[in-house]
């Protein structure tokens, strides 16, 4: 995106996230996430993003606005900084430390990377954008409790419209099992049950995707990859976003 374009997302996005630290102020030991985009990411309606519930911990634990956003906008120090990082989405390719987390070892990154590797080859990761449902969820790893998810519901909806608004993308690939998902579906679409398009299944009808249209986004509700065949997966998003393209 260009700089501009990336101010403009950030000044729209930190009330939220000043409305969204109100909402969660008192939870102890959580981490915000904001969504990220690879480099080469295109914001012209022919993008793909893909979703999950949240973070599995994140970079910092500060609610402090001016160190998760801070106003030196050119200087992309890591620190606490939650909004335009300055390594974004190459993180998923790094070598992990020791004791860190290894996006490899994840069912969810290597679905992630074997669907946007077919339509971007190795430059995968720097041409799609990331996010999750939840902003906030526990720093020492697992989903946000109901308690903590309902707290955060609205705004994290209001944060997703903003999303899609500035990133633009074209296919949406929910990676969270419909529970999670539908709710913001629906309040995507000003609080109706989304338009169904199709709800091909797969892994010998075990599982299905739900394939929904709101506005010009095409939304691929699916499971979370954990425990079920992952190239199977990949070949029926596949297979419906060139349905879609």
């Known amino acids: 995106m260009q700089k501009n374009n990336i101010i403009q997302f950030q000044n729209r996005l930190k009330p939220l996230y000043e409305r969204l630290i109100s909402d969660v102020l008192s939870f102890k030991d959580v981490s915000l996430f ?138 949406v690939v929910l990676l969270t099992g419909l529970g999670w998902n539908y709710d913001f579906l629906c309040s995507l679409n000003d609080n109706k049950d989304p338009k169904l398009l199709l709800s091909p299944k797969w892994d010998n009808d075990n599982y299905c995707i739900y394939v929904y249209k709101i506005g010009e986004i095409y939304f691929y509700a699916s499971e979370h990859p954990q425990g079920k065949p992952e190239q199977e997966h990949i070949d029926t998003l596949v297979e419906l976003i060139n349905k879609f393209n």
């Open 34 to 171: 904001c969504p990220q985009w690879g480099e080469k990411y295109q914001n012209d309606n022919s993008g793909i993003a893909v979703y999950g519930r949240a973070t599995n911990g994140w970079v910092t634990t500060s609610k402090d606005m001016t160190k998760l956003f801070p106003d030196e906008f050119d200087d992309l120090s890591q620190e606490d900084r939650i909004f335009n990082r300055k390594n974004q989405m190459s993180w998923v390719i790094e070598c992990p430390q020791p004791g860190t987390y290894d996006p490899k070892s994840s069912p969810f990154w290597r679905v992630a990377r074997g669907l946007s590797s077919v339509f971007h080859g190795q430059d995968w990761y720097k041409s799609i954008y990331w996010s999750n449902l939840y902003k906030v969820a526990p720093c020492d790893k697992g989903n946000p409790s109901t308690r903590l998810s309902d707290a955060q519901f609205e705004t994290c909806v209001d944060i997703m419209k903003i999303e899609l608004e500035f990133l633009k993308p074209k296919h």
